[in-house]
């Protein structure tokens, strides 16, 4: 397996610029994949113990569509399984813990952890199988870290597991590099290489980033490590999070409050995986780089193809608009995005907000479809899209995709078309946040299973915190009358 490693997990991440366009982060193809497993929060907002796992762990088939949805009530947990993605993201690629994090973490609880399994492996043998968990705790008003620890199975050639081993951890609290053992063969009575691992020790906690992931924790230091496999199982998890893992909040689809739409790319190229956003303004035309441009085009070729089929008769086109300077001084183009319809070009800030969310996730939607490294969390996917269209295309996806995807939704649609496995209810039970409805044949209709549930009871756990549609109008009464006082 180690020498299998050292093949797959090669790995090179630097930038590429021209005269007048931003970086744009390149990555090296490699033949290993990452597959996520499942995710346990503890302690996180109002999750003080949750685990989802998805649905090709369940059925032990990779090969399956790996679409999960979650669902529940308002307040009661799905959004916090999105944040813990989003920490995750940042963390792993190498940047810093957000100081907002704090707000993150149970008001009843001094720390919070995110613990993430996954497997990783080439393309013909059975995946290692690794769990990460991220400890971060309150400080002064922000959130800083205070443990990571990578573990892993290896996968043995009958396809049964060897027992789980720490791969390399940081204690930020007592400035410690765990376990011991691998902390010293990773140096090898080296002592420059011992120095230089400490010092990226307290550098990472001074950035307060990963020291496992970050450019200013080990993750440089391990290229020139002896040990091998190592620093090819951290780089390649790294380039996961920087080109696959792919966090869509609410606040990041469709157009924001400031007229603003972004459009995230990911593809393959001979110099390797190639991803970036391009942000359009919906308001007026947008100043780009001669790069973005050319990129931006080819999205939307692209995009045609299937927004079509999605929603008939539209088609996008990009207007130029001449061209100005950017505010580096760089020559840039000015264009807008249009739709098009009975060959006449309209703005696209005249659409509703549903076609301007189906667009913004349409790129990230191919990709999730035709590629299996990727994996999109998306936070209310439902939202603003008209319910039968949400229902096929959730439906295409959990028949066809090849990537993973996870999504929060409200819309009771997606349950009659979608596999009892792809679906996980939050509960009123911060204890125990989510589960599955079991006792499920083939026959019944989940949607109606769900509403008896709600109604009925039966589940293991609450899965609707009742509330009396008597109270809520007198309250409503109430408060205006007391406001009249």
């Known amino acids: 397996m180690k020498e299998q490693i050292g093949i797959f997990y090669s790995f090179l991440c630097f930038y590429l610029t021209d005269d007048d366009s931003r970086p744009i982060v390149i990555i090296e193809r490699t033949r290993a994949m990452i597959r996520i497993s499942g995710i346990t929060l503890r302690n996180f907002k109002n999750v003080k113990y949750g685990t989802v796992t998805m649905p090709s762990f369940l059925k032990k088939d990779v090969t399956c569509a790996d679409i999960l949805g979650i669902y529940g009530q308002n307040g009661s947990g799905k959004t916090a399984i999105i944040d813990a993605f989003e920490i995750l993201e940042n963390i792993m690629s190498g ?38 968990t991220l400890t971060f705790r309150k400080e002064e008003g922000r959130g800083v870290i205070k443990s990571e620890l990578l573990e892993r199975r290896k996968a043995k050639e009958d396809e049964s597991y060897e027992r789980e081993k720490a791969v390399l951890g940081y204690d930020y609290d007592n400035h410690e590099i765990k376990p011991d053992y691998i902390f010293k063969k990773m140096v090898r009575r080296d002592k420059e290489m011992e120095l230089d691992l400490l010092v990226s020790s307290r550098m990472a906690e001074k950035n307060e980033c990963s020291f496992l992931f970050s ?72 100043v780009i780089s001669r790069e973005d441009r050319r990129e931006l085009e080819g999205m939307v070729r692209k995009m045609n193809t299937v927004l079509n089929a999605i929603v008939p008769h539209l088609t996008l086109g990009v207007y130029n608009a001449g061209e100005e300077l950017t505010d580096e001084g760089k020559k840039g183009y000015l264009v807008e995005i249009v ?62 995709a090849k990537g993973q995807m996870i999504f929060t939704s409200h819309n009771l649609r997606i349950l009659e078309m979608i596999d009892k496995d792809c679906v996980v209810f939050s509960t009123s039970n911060p204890e125990n946040r989510y589960i599955r409805l079991t006792n499920i044949k083939n026959t019944n209709n989940l949607r109606d299973v769900y509403i008896r549930s709600i109604l009925l009871g039966g589940t293991k756990e609450s899965i609707y915190e009742e509330t009396d549609s008597q109270e809520i109008g007198m309250a409503l009464r109430r408060a205006w009358r007391d406001a009249e006082e």
């Not at 707000?103 to 769990?131: H, K, Q, W, Y």
């Not at 496999?229 to 409050?257: C, H, P």
């Open 95 to 132: 940047k810093s813990l957000s100081e907002k994090s704090w707000n993150l973490i149970n008001v009843d609880s001094p720390e919070a952890s995110i613990e993430l399994s996954f497997t990783l492996g080439g393309e013909d043998d059975a995946p290692d199988r690794f769990r990460y």
């Open 215 to 286: 450019s200013d924790g080990a993750y440089e230091i391990l290229s020139s490590s002896k040990d091998e496999e190592l620093s090819a199982v951290i780089r390649e998890i790294r380039r996961y999070a920087e080109a696959s893992l792919i966090v869509f909040s609410s606040r990041d689809v469709g157009m924001d409050s400031n007229l603003m739409m972004t459009l995230t790319y990911r593809k393959e190229e001979k110099e390797g995986l190639i991803k970036g956003q391009i942000p359009i303004s919906l308001e007026k035309p947008s």
């Open 339 to 400: 739709s098009l319809k009975n060959g006449k070009a309209i703005p696209l800030r005249y659409e509703s907000e549903g076609i301007i969310k189906i667009i913004s996730i349409t790129n990230v939607l191919l990709c999730v479809y035709n590629n299996p490294s990727v994996c999109l969390i998306i936070d209310e996917f439902d939202a603003s899209v008209f319910e039968y269209l949400l229902g096929e295309i959730i439906s295409i996806f959990s028949k066809g």
